[in-house]
């Protein structure tokens, strides 16, 4: 009954979970294409935010704050550059064995798209959610981080996953302290990029 009870309670929660995690447990069953994860995520987001929309959230709550605030920025560069650095030092022991997108193409839409659609719902959606349910900060670190590394399930790499769990808890953590999705996007889109150019995403 308790187990039951607390579904219920979280029951937006867990909705919200499985709609995030559900198409990498669709790729990797094989009912969706590897090559369509980019479409299916964007589809995804798109449905997050309308109902986020819909429920009546602000854009203050959405995270789209005014982008021009320079601590925000520079906490963000830190963070950027930590992680940077930890994903350089992973190179030198992991074979970078994964193709180079096609930079024309691929860059406009991580840097413009991808990466804060990725945010919005890996970061601003959750803490709307736990604030709502009146869940601690913590505890939406984690969460926000779990559902980012699980958002990656369609790669079947277990390092990969472990290595977004940690930068989306430094994510979390940044939006947590600053409220505003712009800087975080920034520094997904940068160490993102860097990631896929050195091959490891």
Not at 165 to 171: I, K, P, Q, S, T
Request: net charge positive; with cysteine.
């Amino acid at each position: 009954m308790t187990i039951l009870r607390r579904i219920h309670d979280n029951w937006l929660l867990l909705g919200f979970a499985l709609l995030v995690v559900g198409p990498g447990v669709a790729i990797r069953l094989g009912l969706l294409p590897f090559a369509m994860r980019f479409e299916v995520m964007i589809l995804v987001s798109a449905i997050i935010i309308g109902l986020c929309l819909y429920a009546g959230c602000s854009a203050a709550e959405l995270g789209l704050r005014a982008p021009h605030l320079a601590r925000h920025w520079l906490g963000c560069g830190l963070v950027t550059l930590v992680v940077a650095a930890a994903i350089h030092a992973q190179a030198g022991f992991v074979p970078a064995d994964r193709p180079q997108p096609d930079w024309m193409t691929f860059a406009p839409f991580y840097i413009l798209v991808s990466s804060p659609c990725q945010e919005l719902v890996c970061r601003a959606v959750p803490k709307i959610i736990t604030d709502r349910l009146a869940i601690s900060n913590a505890t939406y670190v984690f969460f926000s981080a779990g559902v980012f590394s699980l958002m990656h399930l369609a790669y079947g790499d277990p390092l990969l996953l472990a290595g977004a769990f940690v930068v989306g808890l430094a994510w979390a953590g940044a939006y947590l302290a600053t409220r505003n999705i712009w800087p975080v996007a920034a520094s997904h889109a940068a160490v993102g990029s860097f990631a896929f150019w050195l091959g490891l995403a």
